[in-house]
């Protein structure tokens, strides 16, 4: 397994680096639970506008470890909640997300007065990225 280099980085960037539709897998007393999320990736990690009382939230405070697929790449990684999603220390991610998520953050499917909006960090710890061809094992630590 290598670590992320200037290839792989290029091609996850590329390919995630915006909306991307992810499937998002949790555990609950031993059961897996998936689902699809709009994902937006960047430096070895997925971010996703989510609501901290949703059964994934409570499923990742409970077992932080999840498990992701997307466009050609599986991985594992740990969930973090960032918290709400107007608070300060979350600024300069919720600006890049309000970006990447242009087409329909504002329809009304979010309220971004009510505090349990929040930002769910997926820090990736490895992967499996395809690309014409070639298979990359990628060790997202640091």
Same mark, same amino acid.
């Not at 409970?62 to 990684?77: C, E, L, R």
């Not at 007065?113 to 769910?120: A, H, P, Q, V």
């Given at each position: ?19 991307? +539709? +992810? ?15 709009? =994902? ?11 609501? /901290? ?14 498990? +992701? ?9 740990? =969930?973090?909640?960032? =918290? ?18 242009? /087409? ?28 014409? =061809? ?9």
């Amino acid at each position: 397994m290598e670590k992320l280099n200037a290839e792989t980085k290029k091609v996850m960037d590329e390919r995630f680096g915006k909306d991307s +539709i +992810i499937a998002l897998a949790t555990v609950e007393e031993g059961t897996p639970a998936v689902r699809s999320v709009d =994902g937006y990736y960047e430096d070895g990690a997925f971010y996703v506008i989510t609501y /901290a009382l949703s059964n994934k939230m409570k499923q990742i405070e409970k077992n932080p470890n999840v498990a +992701i697929s997307g466009d050609w790449f599986t991985a594992h990684g740990k =969930g973090v909640n960032l =918290g709400y999603f107007c608070k300060e220390e979350n600024k300069e991610i919720a600006e890049k997300l309000r970006k990447a998520f242009a /087409a329909w953050i504002d329809n009304g499917h979010n309220n971004f007065k009510d505090e349990n909006t929040c930002i769910l960090c997926i820090q990736l710890t490895d992967g499996v990225l395809f690309s014409h =061809g070639t298979r990359y094992e990628i060790d997202f630590t640091r």
